[in-house]
Structure formats: structure tokens, C-alpha cells
């Protein structure tokens, strides 16, 4: 049996996310496939072009580990109707210099979390938008818009038992996916 590396990119840094508690408990899902691994993004500086022929380390870092993993999982905030700044930020940093696309063909995922009504869409359409530009294959169905409600996660902040089955059944397909793309 393989074993997929999964890079997670949470776009959040606050240490109480949501999305952050998402990643954790789906990484915690059964998929014997995947192993998950954290990216850290909060260390990087702001996007500039100037530094793109002496990136700092922890852009290094990040560009390594993206190239090291088999897939991405993206777990979005939703600040503004968008993704958030720090997640804009990495990608940014994934892409450059020109011509050195750390993201590209890479399978990813994409879920969020959000108090809201309508979870996180709209970030995730703006995700989606910016995955296409820089050719990352990203799963389109099933989509998943979650908003946090009374049983979400349990008390050990695994997902829920009336949620577990929806969020399985994405993971299987996002397994799926990831086996398609994965090289």
C-alpha cells in the first residue's frame, strides 16, 4: 500500500482556529493512504519580488516541503468574502521565482470552516480561481461548505459522530483524487 504525503495549508495563524481544529480532526479520519503535514506559513515575510534571488529560509522551507508531498489540503478561513492574507501570501511565495512553481500539478482539496451560513464558498472560489492559474489539479465535487454547529467536533475534537460519515466520504474522494494526479 502507498503512502501519500499531504501538505496541509491552514490559512489561519490564531492558535484557537477552527479551520486549524478541521485539519487536525480530518488528518484523524481513517484514509491509511495519507500522512499529513503542517506547513508553517506564519513565519514567512511578506510576498516582495525583490527578494526572489535570496528568499529567506522559511520561504525555502515551504517551497521544499510543497515539492516533497504527493497532494495539498487547503482548510480556508473566510475573511472579507476571500481567503485571508497570510494564505495569499504563501501561495505567493510557492510561485516565485518565475518559472518555479512549487504548487504546480500538485492534487489538492479544499474545505473550510465558518460560523457563517454559507461556510467558507466564497473563499473557496477564490481559492479555486487562484489553484487554476497555477495549474493545481483541485478537487471539484463534492464541494464542502461546513458551518460550525453544536457537534461539529466531539469533546476530544475529533468530527462529530452526526458529521464523521459527510467528511469520510469526502476524504475517500479526495484519496481518489490524490492517487489520480500523485506521481
Given at each position: 500500500m502507498s503512502n501519500y504525503q499531504i501538505a496541509v495549508i491552514v490559512g489561519s495563524l490564531r492558535k484557537d482556529s477552527l479551520n486549524l481544529k478541521l485539519?487536525?480532526?480530518?488528518?484523524?479520519?481513517?484514509?491509511p493512504e495519507l500522512s499529513f503535514k503542517q506547513l508553517q506559513i506564519g513565519d514567512l515575510p511578506l510576498y516582495n519580488q525583490d527578494d526572489d534571488d535570496n528568499q529567506a529560509e522559511s520561504v525555502k522551507r515551504m517551497k521544499r516541503e510543497i515539492t516533497e508531498a504527493h497532494g495539498l489540503l487547503f482548510v480556508t478561513p473566510e475573511y472579507n468574502h476571500s481567503i485571508s492574507g497570510v494564505l495569499k501570501n504563501a501561495i505567493d511565495h510557492g510561485t516565485r521565482p518565475k518559472g518555479h512553481n512549487s504548487w504546480d500539478g500538485?492534487?489538492?482539496?479544499?474545505v473550510g470552516v465558518s460560523t457563517g451560513a454559507i461556510g467558507t464558498a466564497l473563499a473557496q472560489q477564490h481559492l479555486r480561481n487562484i489553484l487554476a492559474c497555477l495549474d493545481v489539479p483541485t478537487l471539484g465535487q463534492p464541494e464542502i461548505?461546513?458551518?460550525?454547529?453544536?457537534g461539529l467536533f466531539d469533546a476530544a475534537g475529533d468530527i462529530g459522530v452526526n458529521s464523521k460519515s459527510f467528511l469520510q466520504n469526502w476524504m475517500n474522494k479526495y484519496v481518489a483524487w490524490v492517487k489520480k494526479f500523485a506521481v
Open positions: 485539519a487536525n480532526a480530518l488528518a484523524r479520519l481513517e484514509h500538485k492534487p489538492a482539496g479544499i461548505f461546513i458551518q460550525l454547529k453544536d
